[in-house]
Every structure is written in C-alpha cells, then in structure tokens.
C-alpha cells in the first residue's frame, strides 16, 4: 500500500506542478501526517522538492509548496525517423533539457549501422545530463512502423523487417560505455502521448493523431488512453486504402493513404525535389499567383487533404473522436490541407457528427513530438513505482 501511495503522491506533484502537503493529502483522500511521511521519502529519494513558495490554506499556518526535482531522476526518448535521429532529454517535471538532432537517409540502410549512430547521439546527451545533475533512468525509442516487444516486426519505408531494434541499440549503448534499460514503442504511439501529456487541442481525452512524414502514421488515444489493439498494432491509418486501384504500396497493398499524403508522394505529386523538402512546398501552395509550379503545389496538397479527409471520415465514423489532430508535416501545410480535409469528412462523417467550423480537426502542439513522447514514458514508469527506481539518483 504504501509503495502504491507514494506513486500517487508522486504524480499529484507532477499533475500540478505545485502543490501543498495539505492539498495532496485533500486530493488523494490521505491524513496528512501520511503524505508528510511519504514526501520525506520522494524528498530523501530526489523525486520531490520543495520551491520556496508558500501558499495559504483554509485553515492552519501556510504551507511550503511541493514541485518536482530539477535534477536526478530523468527520461531519454529517442526518434528514429527515416530521414533524421532526434534525442530527447526530459527531467521530472516533464521540461526538456536538451534537443539533438542528426539527420541522416536511413531508409534501406543497416538497421546495426542506424542503431549504433542513434547510440552514440545518445551518449552525447548523457554527458550533457550528466553535467546538469541528471541520471536518466531508461531510453525509450520511438520506431516507425509495427513495433512489438522491442522488435520492429515492419517498417516499409525504413525497410526493416523482424528488427531486434532495443537489443541491437541496448547492444551499441553498452559498447559505448553507457548501460540503461530500453523500451520501445511505434513513433506515433510516442507522439499522440505526448500530445495527451501536453494537453490535446481543446483539453481533448479522446482523439486520432496523425503523423506526416515519408509516410502517414498513427495513433487512437480513448479516454486518455492509448488504443494498442489486440496485437499493439492500432492506429495504423497510413496504411488504410482509400483507393483500391491506387497505385502499390511498400507494404504490400495497393492505393494506401501514404501513398498520396506521405512526404514522398506528396512532393512527387508537386514536383518539388525531395532534396527541397515541405518547406519549399508549403512556400510554393501559399503562393497564390499564377504560376505553374505554385498551381501544381495547391492541387498536391489539395489532393492529399482529400485523400486524408477520406480516411478520417472512417476513423470518426468508428470512434467518434473530440478531435482529430495533424502532426508532423502536416501542421506547416495545415492552411491547404485542412480545408480540402474537412469538406470529405462534412460529406462523409453520419450526419450531426461532424459540424462545418466545429473546430474538431487541428493541429498539434509543437511540445509533443514522438522523442518527447518517448521519454515521458520512461517518466511515466518512475512515477508509477518510484520504489524501483531506488534512492536518489545521481548523475555518473
């Protein structure tokens, strides 16, 4: 009981980023002698601190407030997109620290090779940590495709298939001098947590995310929980026909989602060299003139909100989400893509579930992103057992 209390002591600090001995032990229906004897032991462990502010209660002398320790204990997400490895530094409070990036073309390459750069980034973020005060407590990856048990079981525009993906990176981490557990989950899993954890457009508790990259992910979060299916495979949106004469998929099908609002396709579709990227498509479809490259630019993007507006309108139909939220690419062509969006899920969607103007589809906070989402679920795990986790941490 009491290991169960001082995780819920821990996440009441965390949830409210301050907060009164008095206002815990009123919260979690607690004496408050027992959650005085609980914060001793976050305190003594480095999870909690007190921030030198008091507040005043209802009754009594005030009290000190509570917050999370800046320094120990904290979570390393890392991202392994197909153009580009991000690490992320998150400490308990839920602030990140630190933000590394490294872009690289990783589609067909060595899973080993990606593995072991997506290591040796994380080492780098470690000794920062480590001069900060810092001691991560787990890395999580955050892997795109179907990710089960640490193994990438299908990954199409990376290439992999049945990829011990944490073993090899746990592997490339110890050969690298640091030894830390790893988990791992699908990269838009990462992402809509994080989106939760930062608070979903309009305070949402039930949403679908969607991630633009090389190709479309996603994620169902229901009632602030994430939807993983009967195998952990959910959400996997991108890969929904919406034309089953389109033209084939990597992964094996035909007329795929990605196929028309994946980044790949939708630069092909506008003519712009991959080598430009999203900014200079969002450029070009903001461009009202005339000009052909602008026009082919608007009618690409065009079309791939159609073909999003399509595959959502399935998704609403079936879940009846608050909201759907644009991720990714997606939030800088959010302008175009949105409204071609909307009219197919207005014309789709039963009726008087989807409004004109009703605000329901949005884009997503720039706090949640899938190296974000990654390490606050290595938080997430401390704070349900802060126990486990032992005494203070210290940085090595």
């Given at each position: 009981m009491r290991r169960l209390n001082l995780s819920r002591v821990a996440r009441a600090v965390h949830d409210e980023a301050e907060i009164t001995r008095a206002a815990v032990a009123e919260r979690l229906g607690l004496t408050r002698a027992a959650v005085s004897s609980l914060v001793e032991q976050l305190m003594a462990a480095g999870f909690v601190a007190e921030s030198g502010k008091t507040f005043s209660g209802q009754a009594g002398r005030p009290g000190t407030a509570l917050t999370m320790a800046r320094t120990g204990h904290a979570g390393l997400g890392v991202s392994v997109d197909v153009d580009a490895l991000t690490v992320c530094l998150v400490d308990l409070a839920g602030t990140e620290r630190l933000r590394l990036t490294e872009a690289g073309r990783h589609a067909g390459a060595d899973p080993r090779a990606v593995l072991r750069d997506a290591a040796l980034l994380t080492g780098r973020a470690l000794r920062t940590a480590a001069r900060e005060g810092l001691a991560p407590a787990?890395?999580?990856?955050?892997?795109?495709?179907?990710?089960?048990?640490?193994?990438?079981?299908?990954?199409?525009?990376?290439?992999w298939n049945a990829v011990p993906a944490a073993e090899l990176f746990a592997q490339a981490l110890r050969d690298d001098g640091a030894q830390l557990p790893v988990g791992s989950d699908n990269e838009a899993n990462s992402a809509a947590l994080a989106q939760l954890w930062a608070g979903a457009p309009g305070g949402a508790r039930t949403f679908v995310y969607l991630s633009g990259d090389i190709?479309?992910?996603?994620?169902?979060?229901?009632d602030g929980e994430l939807l993983r299916g009967a195998h952990g495979f959910a959400g996997e949106i991108g890969h929904l026909v919406v034309d089953p004469n389109g033209p084939d998929c990597r992964c094996g099908s035909r007329g795929c989602l990605e196929r028309y609002a994946g980044q790949d396709a939708l630069l092909h579709a506008a003519g712009v060299d991959p080598r430009d990227g999203i900014a200079v498509l969002a450029r070009r479809a903001a461009d009202g003139s005339g000009a052909p490259e602008a026009r082919r630019a608007r009618d690409a993007v065009e079309q791939a909100g159609t073909m999003l507006g399509v595959a959502l309108s399935g998704a609403v139909n079936l879940l009846d989400p608050e909201t759907v939220v644009l991720g990714g690419f997606y939030r800088e062509l959010a302008d175009r893509l949105a409204p071609a969006a909307e009219r197919e899920l207005q014309r789709r969607v039963v009726s008087g579930l989807w409004d004109a103007g009703s605000g329901r589809l949005s884009t997503?906070?720039?706090?949640?992103?899938?190296?974000?989402?990654?390490?606050?679920?290595?938080l997430r795990r401390v704070l349900a057992d802060p126990l486990a986790y032992g005494g203070a941490a210290s940085a090595p």
């Open positions: 787990g890395v999580d990856l955050a892997l795109p495709g179907l990710v089960a048990e640490g193994v990438v079981r299908q990954a199409p525009n990376l290439g190709g479309v992910g996603g994620a169902v979060v229901l997503a906070s720039p706090a949640g992103d899938a190296a974000r989402g990654a390490a606050g679920q290595v």
